[in-house]
C-alpha cells in the first residue's frame, strides 16, 4: 500500500473527522509520484504509474469525503482552534485533535516503497522521539504512533519494539481494518479509537 492510501485508511478507521476529529495531513509530492528521478526499472515505472493514479483520489478522499485538512497546516490549524490552541512545532504526516475528548495523536506514516526500509522506519521513529518532547497541547493527552503499511516496513518495525518504552505504538496498517495488527502498545489508545 503507497502512503497516501495508508494515511487514507489510517484516518478513516482510527481518527475520522466525522468522529470529531480535526485532522492535519502532510502530503509530499513524492507521495504522490511527482518526484524523483526518471523511473528506468519495469517494477519502477510501474509504481509511479501506479501512484500517480491512485494519489489523486486517495487526496480526495482524505480532503473531500474525510474532512480533513492537507497543507497549509499554520493556516487551517489557526482557522479551526483561533488562538485557543497553539501549532506544536515540527512537521509530522497527521495531526489528529479530538477537541471534545482533548486528544492529540501524532502520527508518522510509511507506505510500502522502493525505498530502504530500515531508513525510513527510523527516520519516522527518530521523528516521533522528537515529538515526545516537543509537541505537547495543554490539558490534552498526546499519543504518538508509526503506522506502515507492507512486509518490509513491518520486518522492521517488529524489531524497534524499544520505542514502546517511549510511549510510541505501532500499527501496521492493511488493505482491511480487520487485517490491522496493533504490533505495540495498543492498550494505551483503548481509550482513543
Known amino acids: 500500500?503507497?502512503?497516501i492510501l495508508a494515511k487514507l485508511r489510517f484516518i478513516e478507521r482510527y481518527c475520522n473527522p466525522h468522529e470529531g476529529w480535526k485532522v492535519f495531513v502532510d502530503i509530499d509530492p513524492s507521495e504522490?509520484?511527482?518526484t524523483g528521478t526518471k523511473r528506468e526499472s519495469e517494477e519502477a515505472i510501474a509504481r509511479q504509474q501506479f501512484t500517480l493514479g491512485q494519489a489523486p483520489k486517495a487526496r480526495r478522499q482524505i480532503?473531500?469525503?474525510l474532512g480533513a485538512f492537507v497543507g497549509r497546516r499554520k493556516k487551517q490549524w489557526?482557522?479551526?482552534f483561533k488562538d485557543k490552541l497553539k501549532l506544536p512545532p515540527g512537521d509530522r504526516d497527521i495531526l489528529a485533535v479530538h477537541p471534545g475528548r482533548r486528544i492529540l495523536w501524532v502520527t508518522e506514516v510509511e507506505g510500502d516503497s522502493s525505498g530502504q526500509p530500515e531508513g525510513k522506519i527510523y527516520k519516522a521513529l527518530g521523528q516521533l522521539i522528537?515529538?515526545?518532547s516537543e509537541m505537547q497541547l495543554p490539558?490534552?493527552?498526546s499519543h504518538?504512533?508509526?503506522v506502515v503499511s507492507g512486509e518490509k516496513m513491518a520486518a522492521h518495525l517488529r524489531k524497534a519494539l524499544a520505542v514502546e518504552r517511549l510511549g510510541v505504538s505501532g500499527l501496521?496498517?492493511?488493505e482491511n481494518r480487520k487485517d490491522d495488527e496493533w504490533l505495540f502498545r495498543e492498550s494505551d489508545l483503548n481509550n482513543v479509537v
Open 32 to 34: 504522490e509520484g511527482r
Open 1 to 3: 500500500m503507497i502512503q
Open 63 to 65: 480532503e473531500e469525503d
Open 78 to 80: 489557526r482557522t479551526q
Open 130 to 132: 522528537c515529538a515526545i
Open 144 to 146: 504518538f504512533s508509526l
Open 172 to 174: 501496521i496498517i492493511s
Open 139 to 141: 490539558d490534552y493527552t
